[in-house]
């Protein structure tokens, strides 16, 4: 049987049945029972009738969650690691979707390069500025007798002024601070906003809202646990300039002092400084700080062929009939009675010896 539209008088709001609000608001009957049935808009009358007003204002309140690939390139261009924060004041499926979106550009740029583990890059950056500490001690132990020979003076004290001054330059370069952010190209850093949203009190909204929560929790995790090989090149590039820099007003500075010591002449002394010190500067500054941020450093030790060990490996014991030809006939066994003969009789009569020679 057709269903009629009820007329309404004047001046009373429209009631329609089920299938016209689904026609109305171009959804379907199913989705409307859904939405009733989850609080997200009002239910019918007594009469199984809706508020044809209410109705079209409520549905579009909580639109549909399109699923499926989203219409789009397929190839994407390229994207830089996300540094926004995820907004709190959204809805929990929003807020769900832009914190796995921060994950999956994260991952991404980690394919192309562009970021990388903080656990990764602290080995490398270490090694790299080790490697510089290492060139410059070993420069004192080279330099420094060839620059007593030219100058004519002692060679141990020649070697201990170079080296104190070497390790108050030391002591000078670990003391220099770096600015957190460049001024010229300043990016917003992601702040850790307080979660005020009000815990819903159906399942269904507390269950969103909790995995909204997990993934954003994990996003920051990712976000602290990966630094941008870009901006750290840039870091580490920066502090190898202001160590070159240090390093060519070393010589005029340290060059009186360690000339009073020795006793030489200053402008002597500086000169043949300045002379064996230049190969040094030329190899610091050839080194690609970006190519070894990007390469694992080659650990020490590593690269032997193994024939000292076969030499003093000790081979493994025998086994089986080979083993006992190799080891030869055994030793013969102590026997009991070895010694000189006793006789039974002279021995008391409780003693154990006494009661053995009886049974032989």
């Known amino acids: 049987m057709k269903q009629t539209t009820p007329t309404h008088p004047a001046g009373e709001r429209p ?14 009957v199913a989705t409307i029972r859904y939405r009733v049935a989850h609080r997200q808009m009002s239910g019918p009358d007594r009469a199984g009738l809706f508020d044809l007003a209410r109705a079209l204002r ?14 789009g390139p397929i190839t994407p261009g390229p994207t830089a690691p996300t540094t926004a924060s995820v907004d709190c004041g959204q809805d929990p499926a929003t807020r769900f979707r832009l914190a796995r979106a921060g994950q999956e550009e994260l991952r991404l740029a980690k394919m192309r390069g562009l970021v990388e583990r903080v656990a990764v890059v602290k080995p490398r950056v270490f090694h790299l500025i080790r490697g510089d500490r290492d060139r410059l001690l070993a420069w004192v132990s080279r330099a420094a007798p060839l620059i007593a020979a030219e100058l004519r003076v002692d060679e141990g004290a020649t070697w201990r002024a170079i080296q104190r ?3 108050t330059l030391l002591d000078r370069l670990a003391a220099i601070k770096l600015p ?5 190209h300043a990016k917003p850093r992601p702040e850790v906003q307080r979660d005020a949203t009000p815990v ?4 269904e909204t507390r269950f969103q809202l909790a995995r909204a929560r997990q993934e954003e929790h994990k996003l920051r995790k990712m976000q602290r646990e990966h630094v941008d090989l ?10 190898r300039h202001r160590t070159l820099q240090e390093l060519a007003g070393w010589v005029p500075r340290v060059a009186p002092t360690i000339a009073a010591e020795v006793g ?10 300045a002379h064996h010190l230049g190969q040094l500067r030329a190899d610091l500054a050839a080194i690609d700080v970006a190519a070894a941020l990007r390469v694992d450093p080659v650990e020490e030790g590593n690269e032997d062929d193994g024939d000292e060990d076969d030499k003093t490996e000790t081979p493994a014991p025998p086994k089986g009939e080979r083993a ?12 009991r009675g070895a010694g000189p003969p006793r006789d039974r009789r002279n021995l008391p009569r409780g003693d154990a010896a006494r009661s053995r020679a009886r049974r032989r």
């Open 15 to 28: 009631r329609v049945p089920i299938e016209d609000v689904a026609a109305r608001g171009h959804v379907s």
């Open 58 to 71: 409520e549905l579009p309140g909580k639109p549909k969650q399109r699923g499926g690939r989203k219409a």
């Open 165 to 167: 001054a070497v390790s």
């Open 180 to 184: 957190v952010e460049d001024p010229g």
């Open 200 to 203: 819903p009190r159906d399942a």
């Open 230 to 239: 870009g901006e750290a090149t840039r870091r580490l590039a920066t502090f």
């Open 264 to 273: 030489a002449e200053v402008g002597v002394l500086a000169r043949a400084m």
């Open 324 to 335: 006992r030809d190799r080891r030869g006939p055994p030793p013969p066994r102590a026997h």
